[in-house]
């Protein structure tokens, strides 16, 4: 809001008669501390350059029939060239790696499985029109929760975001729903503190969603996270770890032009819940190793280190996002398939005290 005369239109609650209307009220009138809305101004960014240039996948147990609760183990150990191109120094914040057989980019798809689903997804708006009115004030409330039946119902994890306060703009939730029906999509609006359904009567400014992909045998999954951080080295699953950042630790800035060889490294387990199935039956992933072709898909998160003083209520945007997808061709040694293009017959890695970085050393 700009003045306290401004008018604005929106939803109050009737807490006497347990309805939602629609009534033209002055900010004023309000009488509430209201949050201002935010406003993003585009900055510098830096899309880091990023190339796997080594990779070993030794497996363990092989020929170990894959179930529920056995099969083989895939020991994994990636290097990725890291490159700051810009003329910015900028902090890596997050890397994700995976390899699998085939990898797609599904953005634009919608994803087909058999039976029924939903998937969904919520965010801020400065403001919406509605039925024709423009509505840009709300009182924040935890993102909607639906039940089997597609019922908007209390939140099994409500009770982690109790907060409640007036904000300019407006929060909205797209989902998608498929089922015999076919694939539907629906979009709810917070007014007020009640999620109502507006498909087809809103009119709103959503930002376009970020990639997604898929896979069809997954070999390895890891993401780093690069953070100061007093939780341990992981966040209770084999797929995430910690790299702690600041004083005394990995130092996650990167000068212009500097390069960097990372390392990603873990365990995955193959079993009956993370393989693909298909017409032919399971897809094996050691089968897919043996191949010796795979593709891997390259994701890191970097941020420009710069003044974010851009005036009042206003935040300088300095992210970028950077992904490549890899197709590498893999030479077996024993029960190891490996992908080399920076070691000699004469070097090999030297890891660093953090567990993050490595080092091109000559053998002893």
Not at 34 to 40: A, F, K
Not at 64 to 70: A, G, S
Not at 198 to 205: L, M, Q
Not at 208 to 221: F, K, L, P, Q, T
């Amino acid at each position: 809001m700009k003045t306290a005369a401004k008018i604005i239109v929106c939803l109050i609650l009737s807490v006497s008669i347990g309805i939602v209307a629609a009534t033209p009220l002055l900010v004023s009138e309000l009488n509430l501390n209201i949050r201002p809305w935010i406003t993003h101004v585009q900055g510098p960014t830096a899309a880091f350059n990023i190339d796997v240039v080594y990779a070993d996948f030794t497996i363990t147990n092989p020929d170990t029939p894959i179930t529920q609760t056995d099969g083989p183990t895939i020991d994994y150990y990636a290097v990725v060239n890291v490159t700051n191109p810009s003329d910015y120094t900028a902090l890596l914040f997050l890397m994700n790696f995976w390899a699998d057989q085939n990898i797609r980019n599904t953005t634009e798809q919608r994803p087909i499985f058999d039976g029924a689903w939903s998937s969904g997804g919520g965010g801020t708006a400065e403001g919406a029109w509605v039925d024709g009115i423009w509505y840009n004030i709300t009182l924040h409330s935890p993102s909607p929760y639906f039940d089997e039946n597609g019922t908007i119902t209390q939140s099994p994890w409500a009770y982690l975001d109790q907060k409640e306060y007036w904000m300019e703009g407006v929060e909205y939730y797209k989902r998608t729903v498929h089922n015999d029906a076919g694939t539907n999509s629906y979009i709810y609006l917070n007014m007020n503190g009640t999620w109502v359904d507006v498909t087809g009567r809103i009119t709103i400014d959503i930002p376009e969603d970020g990639s997604s992909y898929s896979g069809s045998a997954i070999i390895a999954e890891q993401q780093i996270c690069y953070q100061i951080s007093e939780t341990g080295d992981n966040y209770g699953d084999s797929t995430t770890k910690v790299v702690h950042i600041g004083d005394d630790a990995f130092d996650n800035h990167f000068a212009p032009g500097e390069s960097r060889l990372l390392v990603i490294s873990g365990s995955w387990d193959a079993r009956l819940d993370c393989v693909a199935l298909t017409e032919d039956g399971y897809i094996n992933p050691v089968d897919v190793i043996r191949s010796g072709i795979i593709q891997t898909l390259l994701r890191v998160h970097t941020d420009v280190d710069v003044n974010r003083d851009v005036g009042t209520n206003a935040f300088l945007d300095t992210w970028a996002t950077t992904e490549v997808i890899k197709q590498l061709v893999l030479t077996q040694i024993g029960n190891s398939y490996i992908y080399n293009t920076c070691l000699s017959d004469d070097q090999m890695f030297q890891l660093d005290q953090y567990g993050a970085e490595v080092f091109i050393r000559p053998r002893s």
